[in-house]
């Protein structure tokens, strides 16, 4: 009879130093019998949804977590049931394809193994990648252990490890001698409304303390509902919690609003030569198939004048008190989606041919609206672009990308009078905002590059005079 062992998957840091992830759903259930690299879980960060495969070939043994449970890194989420002698030869072993199983996301995105063989517990210390140490009860940090170990101590491993008879899929609580028993999030959210958990009695298996419970005592059960109640029904008012993207881009704002000196510059142009060339382009057949907008046309005129004023695209590294200067461009681009603002980047952009940028901004607009954004996609930005205009709206005060020196919000595209060659003519006029930090940018230096970029979307030839 083939021996068999308990591995535990805990929730992985996916490389951007987050400290949590809402589970949203699981695409296994106990008893189910699982390939390496199989999607088991999607998961919500603070900044995208992100699909989790699976580390192990064997069965799911317990799932300790619920869909909607936000879940700190590093805590176990999922227990797998592997062939033992698999775990030597690459059956079941993280080893036989790390690289792809945990070492990225579905969508590409950088993640952490996140694996651990039941054993002697220990406390982890989040970091930006991976887990990071492992600080063992004295406090004394050690190393990770090997993957694979040699045959004796994956012996050893065995022998002091029982096999789990009959898993249960259920909440886990952390026992460990600690009373009353409840999961992290749920102790996170007594002390949030200031509840002692001693006096709350629990419904869950075992006398747990559930999310349920606290709401119940505090009496606060009716207003967390985030379903929104119909007029007329008694309700005045729909509470929802911050969580999520929502949360996160909160804090970004609040960072990047009272951490970088903000100055915003406005420049109204007359944009109908660049509509003239949008509409020339469309009917090219170099171009056909290609999604053409003002935003593609606008987003190679920010490339082109960033060439000569290159200090709007750094950033201010306050630790080691350094301007950093990019010497490429990773192009933000504002996505309005239905969990969030968030602000997706194109990297290197300042590499690609309008076609390519036309591809690029088609997929990561599509992307972002799906809420498929991968990690990596969100961070890195050095400059970028938020189109208010699709939304009728003229003119704003954007408020920076945190860790970029200027942000361009592009206005609607109206008709209007306008003098041409001492004439009243009707144009096509387009309103350019630039904020900037002015720690990086000089009130001289933003107004050249905003004067660049109106003079490109004036006149489109003038891209020649600047390449």
Do not use: C
Not at 100 to 129: C, D, F, I, M, Q
Not at 356 to 384: F, M, N, V, Y
Request: charged share 20%; proline share 7%; hydrophobic share 40%.
């Amino acid at each position: 009879m083939t021996a068999t062992m308990i591995k535990e998957f805990r929730l992985p840091d996916l490389g951007e130093g987050l400290t949590e992830s809402e589970i949203l759903s699981w695409k296994v259930a106990v008893g189910d019998t699982v390939t390496l690299n199989q999607v088991i879980a999607e998961v919500e960060t603070a900044k995208a949804v992100v699909e989790l495969p699976s580390p192990f070939a064997g069965t799911v043994a317990a799932l300790h977590e619920q869909p909607g449970t936000v879940v700190e890194v590093g805590k176990p989420i999922v227990s797998f049931e592997v062939d033992d002698a698999g775990s030597s030869n690459g059956a079941g072993s993280p080893t036989a394809g790390a690289g792809s199983a945990v070492g990225a996301s579905a969508h590409g995105a950088p993640a952490a193994s996140g694996v651990e063989a039941v054993g002697t517990p220990a406390k982890r210390e989040p970091n930006l990648v991976g887990y990071g140490a492992v600080v063992e009860h004295s406090g004394r940090p050690t190393r990770r252990a090997r993957i694979q170990a040699p045959a004796a101590e994956q012996a050893t491993v065995q022998a002091e490890v029982p096999a789990i008879p009959e898993p249960v899929a259920e909440p886990q609580a952390e026992v460990s001698g600690e009373r009353p028993r409840s999961t992290p999030p749920v102790r996170k959210l007594a002390r949030d409304l200031g509840i002692d958990l001693e006096l709350v009695p629990g419904t869950g298996p075992g006398g747990l303390i559930t999310r349920e419970d606290v709401q119940n005592f505090s009496g606060t059960a009716d207003e967390l509902a985030v379903a929104p109640v119909a007029a007329g029904q008694g309700e005045r008012e729909t509470r929802t919690p911050i969580k999520g993207v929502r949360k996160f881009t909160a804090a970004a704002m609040v960072q990047s609003a009272f951490t970088a000196p903000h100055v915003t510059e406005f420049l109204t142009v007359d944009v109908t030569a660049t509509m003239e060339l949008l509409a020339r382009l469309k009917g090219n057949r170099t171009f056909e198939g290609f999604k053409l907008t003002p935003l593609t046309i606008a987003a190679k005129a920010v490339l082109v004048a960033l060439r000569n004023n290159p200090s709007l695209n750094s950033r201010w590294d306050e630790a080691n008190q350094e301007i950093v200067q990019f010497n490429y461009v990773n192009l933000g681009i504002a996505a309005a989606t239905p969990r969030g603002l968030t602000v997706p980047n194109i990297k290197d952009a300042d590499q690609l041919s309008l076609r390519e940028l036309s591809t690029a901004l088609t997929q990561l607009t599509d992307t972002a609206r799906a809420g498929k954004t991968s990690p990596s996609d969100l961070s890195g930005g050095t400059i970028s672009i938020t189109n208010i205009g699709v939304f009728g709206i003229d003119a704003g005060t954007p408020i920076l990308n945190p860790g970029e020196a200027a942000i361009v919000a592009l206005g609607a595209v109206r008709k209007a009078p306008w003098v041409v060659n001492d004439e009243l003519a009707v144009r096509q006029v387009m309103s350019l905002s630039l904020s900037f930090d002015h720690r990086l940018v000089d009130g001289e230096q933003g107004s050249r590059f905003l004067a660049d970029l109106g003079a490109i979307l004036s006149d489109p030839a003038m891209v020649m005079t600047m390449i």
